[in-house]
């Protein structure tokens, strides 16, 4: 993983304190990484390493535009993110991840390379739904979309061999009950005792 040795954060050597470092996450960046989720973007990393003892606090603040595709017309789409994050990380013996936040790393070693966790930060900060603002989309997937949705909706079939929906509270539901007891039914009994009083 040579490429991605800029990433690397020598832990072991820190003195105690805070200490901050500043990465570039550019094409060649999501290039290298190969995940198919972000293939191109330009991301600022900004990563503060808080060292007490044995454990370090890293904070991750991420700002900056990824590529992905819209979820409408599958064209690709700038997308702009923003996210701030936590890792805990803990000298041990063997390397573990003890949770989605605090991993141990062997102390021999006594470094960390951030590169993936940068990544994975990037696309969580990824919003669920991303399409493009108004106007934007590709026109001739705009103009497929319409027309299989108005052949959908012409074609569309209750299951009772009729393209019109059914009217479940239509008025047949009353046809059997006799006239009074619809009254009866329709009334609310507070309002009757009301209609007492101004009568």
């Known amino acids: 993983m040579g490429k991605f040795n800029v990433y690397k954060i020598p832990l072991k050597d820190l003195a105690e304190g ?3 470092y500043e990465f570039t996450l550019d094409n060649m960046y999501f290039k290298d990484i190969d995940s198919p989720e972000v293939q191109k973007g330009k991301v600022h990393a900004s990563v503060s390493v808080k060292k007490g003892g044995k454990v370090f606090d890293l904070t991750f ?3 900056g535009i990824v ?3 819209c979820d409408r017309c599958l064209d690709d789409m700038d997308q702009e993110i923003e996210c701030k994050n936590q890792l805990i990380v803990k000298f041990g013996k063997d ?3 003890e949770s989605d936040k605090i991993i141990v790393i062997p102390e021999a070693e006594g470094e960390i390379n951030i ?3 940068l990544y994975e930060f ?3 900060a990824i919003p669920l739904r991303h399409i493009h603002p108004a106007g934007k989309c590709s026109k001739r997937m705009v103009s497929k979309l ?3 949705v108005t052949a959908a909706k012409e074609d569309e079939d209750d299951g009772w061999g009729s393209s019109e929906p059914i009217d479940f509270m239509d008025d047949s539901d009353d046809l059997d009950i006799p006239e009074e007891e619809k009254e009866k039914e329709t009334t609310d009994p507070r309002w009757d005792k009301l209609k007492d009083v101004f009568e």
């Open 95 to 97: 390397y573990a991840e």
């Open 18 to 20: 805070s200490h901050s």
């Open 122 to 124: 990037v696309v969580l």
């Open 115 to 117: 590169a993936w966790f």
């Open 67 to 69: 590529q992905v595709p």
């Open 61 to 63: 603040n991420l700002k």
């Open 146 to 148: 319409k027309k299989h």
